[in-house]
């Protein structure tokens, strides 16, 4: 069955830099596009964009480019996301989301079948 | 961008009674070459992350029970619970995929009366 299996909650002081796991298996990961998501503490849901995961083209949300970077590494079938210069509203739970339309062109309008359980990110003094 | 814009943001609703939330979308989902609503609706249990339910407004994703559905078409959508169980405590969101950036109502909490 497809999994989507995220790193562990992180804790970094303002200014530092995080990288976030999402490692995929139960299906063959260059047919699905990830996606990420942000969730504020008790609040909803936010797209960040997504990575094309033959091209590795990333496509960035407005809000998200800059500080923000999707990658990925085929060879352990896990996609990453980096954010630097950390600020105390980055503080959120970050999921990765599968596509569930398999887009493989340069647009992905999709919704999202699999999620990874998340990876709660503290920005703190 | 296209506003999600669900109602009410929580409601109550007694065990085996209907529970009803509402999704409207500042444009219209509805793609006229294929006759399909680009949107889908999700269940977050508290410490989870969301759970796909419901996509092209209506097709329930497989294992969903039926007591959940989808209806609507163009700007406004509704997902309805006919008989809520204990199991059915959860926020759930509406979300668009007809452009970018994708985007996600605000949620609905529900929780029995």
């Known amino acids: 069955q497809v999994q989507l299996v995220q790193s562990g909650s992180e804790l970094k002081e303002p200014g530092a830099s995080v990288k976030v796991s999402c490692k995929a298996s139960?299906?063959?990961?260059?047919?699905?596009?990830l996606s990420w998501v942000r969730q504020a503490p008790g609040q909803g849901l936010e797209w960040m964009g997504w990575i094309n995961t033959n091209t590795r083209k990333p496509t960035y949300a407005q809000g998200f480019t800059g500080r923000f970077v999707f990658s990925l590494d085929t060879s352990v079938n896990t996609a990453y996301l980096q954010i630097s210069n950390l600020k105390a509203e980055d503080t959120a739970i970050y999921y990765c989301?599968?596509?569930?339309?398999?887009?493989?062109?340069?647009?992905?309008?999709?919704?999202?079948?699999?999620w990874g359980q998340g990876t709660l990110v503290t920005v703190s003094p | 961008d296209i506003v999600m814009t669900q109602s009410p943001d929580s409601l109550a609703v007694s065990l085996g009674e209907r529970a009803t939330i509402n999704c409207k979308s500042s444009?219209?989902?509805?793609?006229?070459?294929?006759?399909?609503?680009?949107l889908a609706w999700y269940q977050q249990k508290p410490g989870q992350p969301p759970k796909l339910l419901i996509y092209w407004a209506s097709t329930r994703e497989s294992g969903v029970p039926d007591r959940f559905s989808g209806s609507g078409s163009g700007t406004d959508f509704t997902l309805t619970i006919s008989s809520l169980q204990a199991e059915d405590v959860a926020a759930y969101y509406c979300?668009?995929?007809?452009?970018?950036?994708?985007?996600f109502g605000g949620g609905t909490k529900v929780e029995i009366k």
């Open positions: 979300q668009q995929y007809y452009s970018y950036p994708l985007t």
């Open positions: 139960g299906y063959t990961f260059t047919t699905n596009a």
């Open positions: 989301a599968r596509d569930a339309r398999g887009c493989t062109g340069t647009d992905c309008f999709t919704y999202f079948d699999d």
């Open positions: 444009q219209n989902l509805l793609y006229t070459s294929n006759k399909k609503n680009y």
